[in-house]
C-alpha cells in the first residue's frame, strides 16, 4: 500500500509550503526524521538542490528556501496523484473481488423482487412491525448523524419488510440474493463516497408502509434501488477518475 504520507519530495515541499519563513536543509531533515523518514541531510540537500534547478524552490539568501509559483503546482500534482493511489487501493480492499457488474446485477434482481415485498409488507402491516421498521429507521439516522457505519440498520430494514410481506417463495428468493454479505458494507462505502441519501429513501418507503399504502411503497423502493444503481456507475465513474489522476 502507497505511503499515505506522501514521497519526501513531497513531504520536503508540503514542509516548505507550510512553514511561516524559509527553510534550511536542516530543518527540513530533522522535521521529515520526526515524521519516521529515514533520511540523511545530505541527501534532503542534494533534494533541494535537484528541486533548485527544477524551478520548484527558489533561495532566500541563507535563510533557506521558498516555494516558487511552479513548486506550488508541482505539489498540488503530487498530492492528486497520492488521493488517487490510495482512493484505488481503498477501493480494490472494499470490493473483495466483487465487479461494478456483479453489484449490478444483484441490485436489478432486488429492485425486482423487494419492490414486490414493499408492496405486500404494506398490505399486510401489523402496528408493530410498523413501529419495529421506524426504529431500525432511528437507528440508521442516528448512526448516520454521529458519522458510523450503518450496514447492520439497512439488513436489518430490508429484514424486517421481507417477514412483513408474508411471502415465503420471494423470501427465499431475496435470501438468495442477499447470501453475500459483503454486499451490504460494499453499497454502504459506495454512498457514503457519493454522498448519497438512502436514510430518505428508507423513510419513504416506511412511511407508505405504515400508511397501507402498497403501490408507493413498490413505487419508494423501486426508487431506492434506482438510486443505489445511479450510486454505484457514479462511484465507478468518480473512481475511473481518480485512476487517471494517479497515473
Known amino acids: 500500500m502507497a505511503d ?4 519526501p519530495e513531497q513531504q520536503i515541499l508540503t514542509i516548505i509550503r ?45 535563510q533557506g528556501r521558498l516555494l516558487s509559483p511552479k513548486g506550488i503546482d508541482r505539489l498540488a500534482l503530487l498530492e492528486n496523484k497520492q488521493k488517487g493511489r490510495q482512493w484505488g487501493e481503498e477501493f480494490a480492499s472494499i470490493l473483495n473481488g466483487h465487479s461494478k457488474e456483479d453489484l449490478l446485477e444483484v441490485l436489478i434482481a432486488r429492485r425486482a423482487i423487494e419492490s414486490e415485498l414493499a408492496y405486500l409488507a404494506a398490505v399486510n402491516r401489523t402496528e408493530a412491525e410498523a413501529r419495529a421498521l421506524h426504529e431500525v429507521l432511528e437507528r440508521q439516522r442516528l448512526a448516520l448523524a454521529a458519522g458510523s457505519g450503518a450496514a447492520q ?28 454479505t459483503q454486499l451490504s458494507p ?42 443505489l ?14 485512476k487517471e489522476s494517479a497515473l
Request: proline share 1%.
Open 4 to 7: 499515505e504520507r506522501g514521497s
Open 18 to 62: 507550510d512553514s511561516v519563513q524559509p527553510m534550511g536543509c536542516g530543518a527540513i531533515s530533522r522535521l521529515l526524521q520526526k515524521q519516521g523518514f529515514s533520511i540523511s541531510e545530505a541527501t534532503v540537500g542534494r533534494l533541494l538542490r535537484d528541486m533548485d534547478n527544477q524551478g520548484h524552490t527558489e533561495k532566500a539568501g541563507f
Open 153 to 180: 440498520e439497512d439488513v436489518d430494514f430490508h429484514a424486517i419488510i421481507c417477514l412483513m410481506a408474508r411471502n415465503r417463495v420471494l423470501e427465499a428468493a431475496v435470501s438468495l440474493i442477499r447470501q453475500d
Open 186 to 227: 460494499i453499497l454502504e462505502f459506495i454512498r457514503r463516497h457519493v454522498k448519497s441519501l438512502v436514510y430518505i429513501d428508507h423513510q419513504k418507503v416506511a412511511e407508505a408502509i405504515a400508511e397501507g399504502q402498497a403501490n408507493s411503497a413498490r413505487e419508494g423502493m423501486i426508487e431506492h434501488i434506482n438510486n
Open 229 to 242: 444503481i445511479r450510486d454505484v456507475e457514479k462511484y465507478w465513474k468518480l473512481s475511473e477518475n481518480h
